[in-house]
């Protein structure tokens, strides 16, 4: 064909170019009045203690969760999760634990726990909370299944502690950090408090009778001592007379009896037998 001939492909190619302006000009008008719409739909926010994890057709968006601000999502393709980073505390319920005793007792405990991971605590576990919370009462009933009543009653510091460890190491990989655990309350059966009642009160009374021995035992010595240094010295003898007829004479009775030093009666009795003789 001549070169200023007519040619077929030239012409759907301009067909095409110009269907795809009237396309291109169509998809503007109709996004200007929703563009509103579309930009309060992609904008998100988050607070300071919150984090998004952002999921675009299925799979984690690259560098972390997002946040705390604001942030863009694609709608329609992007889908995101909000995880809360404060620390939360629950209360592990009454466990009902078989010591290594064989005593049947209900114990309950506190849990502070936090999201330290926001991506690990929704990729890496259904439920992080419900999960913590379970893990706490499996790990409370078995290991105070290993310990004794008295063990259970005085080491409750050692209990927290080895809890406090073991569900940090268990749930490191859902991203959980638990912060501290505590034993509420340590619950007896009725008949073991009174039998424990009582084994206390025995034990309180065999001790006051011991300290009260041990009293009368220490008021023996000092009186025996006493009366070795009266004994030498006739003139502490007197003042512990004229102290105790103080002591009488303070307590205002209406009678007093004061008994005679045992010298001034034998002096009497020496002048009564050796007192000249009548004629």
Avoid at 100 to 126: G, L
Wanted: glycine fraction near 6%; proline fraction near 4%.
């Amino acid at each position: 064909m001549p070169k200023g001939g007519y040619n077929a492909a030239d012409e759907v190619e301009e067909e095409c170019n110009f269907c795809t302006h009237i396309l291109g000009w169509m998809a503007l008008i109709f996004m200007i009045p929703v563009f509103p719409l579309i930009l309060m739909v992609s904008i998100k926010n988050v607070q300071e203690y919150e984090r998004a994890v952002i999921f675009r057709l299925g799979r984690l968006v690259s560098g972390g969760a997002k946040g705390p601000g604001m942030f863009f999502i694609y709608p329609c393709v992007d889908s995101f999760t909000k995880v809360d980073l404060r620390t939360v505390t629950f209360d592990v319920p009454p466990q009902e634990i078989l010591t290594k005793d064989s005593v049947t007792v209900a114990v309950d405990a506190v849990v502070y726990y936090r999201i330290q991971n926001a991506v690990a605590s929704i990729t890496n576990v259904a439920d992080a909370h419900r999960s913590t919370r379970l893990l706490a009462q499996t790990t409370l009933r078995n290991f105070l299944g290993t310990k004794t009543l008295a063990e259970v009653l005085s080491d409750r510091e050692e209990i927290s502690s080895f809890m406090q460890t073991a569900l940090d190491e268990a749930t490191d990989p859902w991203g959980v950090k638990v912060e501290r655990v505590e034993v509420k309350d340590v619950r007896l059966p009725v008949q073991l408090q009174r039998a424990m009642a009582a084994e206390a009160e025995a034990t309180r009374e065999a001790k006051a009778k011991i300290i009260a021995a041990k009293g009368e035992e220490d008021a023996s010595k000092a009186l025996r001592e006493a009366a070795e240094v009266m004994s030498v010295s006739s003139g502490a003898l007197q003042l512990r007379y004229l102290q105790t007829l103080n002591t009488i004479a303070a307590e205002k009775n209406s009678t007093v009896i004061f008994p005679l030093p045992m010298e001034f009666v034998s002096s009497f009795n020496s002048h009564g037998k050796h007192g000249p003789k009548s004629h």
